[in-house]
């Protein structure tokens, strides 16, 4: 009888910029897999919380950029990018989990969330959450959709995450290993990069 073998689930770490992430997969061992950039959206304000939203209720009128909206329509405008970064989520990982067949993705790990106001308006209307809810919509769509295929969700401490990469491996400084995994797949290689690369490396480590 033909003997089935058996792969070890990899972990994906995630680094957002705006609407997009940078998600770089690791092997159980810290082995590279995989590196990609995804868009959660496209054609559509990429801020809409700190940018619609702040111009609804009087915040940064004098900037060159800022236009007349109502409370009403930046609502609208925030549901319509949560739906899209929904589906952008989902189409992302579904792809990146076809490309590393027949390695299984068993986590991924995010950027920790702080608390939020429950509702888009008290979020737009508190300039402190206004400030933070377009990065935190787009992790949690990236959460969400991770939860959906059975994927673990590792959320990381940003201050924390190089730390606890460098004793996960067994060293005292992550940057050489990192360095060195930048050198053997090319460029680009840069900081979202390398801070997505060691919170995959911790979540791998954290599943064995």
């Known amino acids: 009888m033909a003997r089935t073998r058996v792969h070890r689930a990899a972990a994906v770490g995630a680094a ?14 810290g082995e590279f897999l995989d590196r990609r950039r995804i868009d959660l959206t496209r054609d559509l304000p990429t801020h809409p919380y700190h940018h619609e939203g702040s111009w609804a209720v009087g915040r940064y009128l004098n900037s060159p950029w800022a236009r007349t909206i109502s409370l009403v329509d930046a609502v609208a405008l925030v549901e319509r990018v949560h739906i899209a970064a929904a589906r952008g989520a989902r189409e992302g990982l579904e792809e990146l989990a076809a490309a590393t067949r027949p390695v299984p993705i068993a986590s ?61 491996v067994g060293r005292e400084d992550i940057d050489a290993f ?22 995959a490396i911790v979540a791998a480590m954290d599943q064995r």
């Open 108 to 168: 991924i790990a995010i950027r920790m969330c702080p608390e939020l106001p429950p509702t888009i308006e008290e979020r737009i209307v508190d300039i402190r959450s206004a400030n933070m809810a377009d990065s935190i919509m787009y992790r949690q769509a990236l959460a969400s959709a991770a939860e959906a295929r059975g994927w673990t969700v590792h959320w990381y401490d940003r201050k924390q995450v190089f730390r606890n990469a460098a004793a996960a």
């Open 16 to 29: 957002e910029h705006g609407n997009s992430a940078v998600l770089v997969t690791v092997t159980p061992e």
């Open 178 to 199: 990192l360095s060195a995994m930048g050198r053997s797949i090319g460029p680009p290689w840069q900081a979202n990069h390398k801070l997505a690369a060691a919170a």
